[in-house]
């Protein structure tokens, strides 16, 4: 079982930066890929941010690439979503979620919210014009 818990929402303007973070407890994150989604009021939770195992590999929702960037410490625990640029429509809460890497040489990244095991309550990020 893998707890996580997000950290670094807030209320920012837009053009403002934030970075979250995410800390696993109960397991090592260097078996799971991990990712960012989020959900604002009346919509579907989407694919923001997702980072290999390795982290050689990373993969954008097209709205935040060049924006966005999500990073991991695996020896902290810890990945982080650096959010630059920040617009309105950003304002969601954001999720951290883990999946299982069954075989770390086919593992392969995806926006499929089905397919992580494990999420954090989430963190609200507001952008304010």
């Known amino acids: 079982q893998v707890q996580l818990v997000e950290s670094g929402g807030g209320l920012v303007q837009a053009g403002g930066s934030l970075r979250l973070s995410c800390t696993a407890s109960?397991?090592?994150?260097?078996?799971?890929?991990m990712a960012w989604f989020r959900q604002a009021p009346g919509k579907e939770r989407e694919f923001v941010a997702a980072?290999?195992?390795?982290?050689?590999?990373?993969y954008y929702l097209d709205s935040v690439k060049g924006r966005f960037t999500i990073s991991r410490d695996n020896a902290k625990n810890t990945v982080l979503l650096q959010m630059n640029s920040l617009k309105p429509e950003d304002t969601a809460v954001y999720y951290c979620a883990a999946q299982r890497v069954m075989d770390t040489r086919t593992s392969r990244l995806t926006s499929d919210r089905n397919l992580y095991d494990f999420w954090g309550q989430g963190t609200q990020v507001t952008v304010s014009l």
């Open positions: 980072i290999r195992w390795s982290g050689e590999r990373t």
């Open positions: 109960g397991r090592t994150l260097d078996s799971y890929n």
